[in-house]
Nanobody, 116 residues
């Protein structure tokens, strides 16, 4: 049974930091690129960051470049999103995604709220 379990969301003040985690199980983690998406109320889901299945190639949305860092620990089947210098516009539900060719797995999402 495939599972992607996000954790680490919460309420943080502007300028603060959070680290999201996504624990994967039920598939060959090292064969999948991993992505973080987010969806704010009333907006479409947005791709935030991608990390390749092997190696450490990463890509980021322009809106988070220089502030967010995606990483993965293949020994723990876990992908992370370190978010620094958070802004109110980063408020959204953040989703973990595993992708390999046309196969996609999704987590349930974790809420991140940036507010004073």
């Amino acid at each position: 049974q495939v599972q992607l379990m996000e954790s680490g969301g919460g309420l943080v003040q502007p300028g603060g930091s959070l680290r999201l985690s996504c624990a994967a199980s039920g598939f060959t983690f090292t064969s999948y690129a991993m992505r973080w998406y987010r969806q704010a109320p009333g907006k479409e889901r947005e791709l935030v960051a991608t990390i390749a299945s092997i190696g450490r190639s990463t890509n980021y949305a322009d809106s988070v470049k220089g502030r967010f860092t995606i990483s993965r620990d293949n020994a723990k089947n876990t992908v992370y999103l370190q978010m620094n210098s958070l802004k109110p516009e980063d408020t959204a539900v953040y989703y973990c995604n595993a992708v390999r060719y046309t196969t996609n797995y999704w987590g349930q999402g974790t809420q991140v709220t940036v507010s004073s």
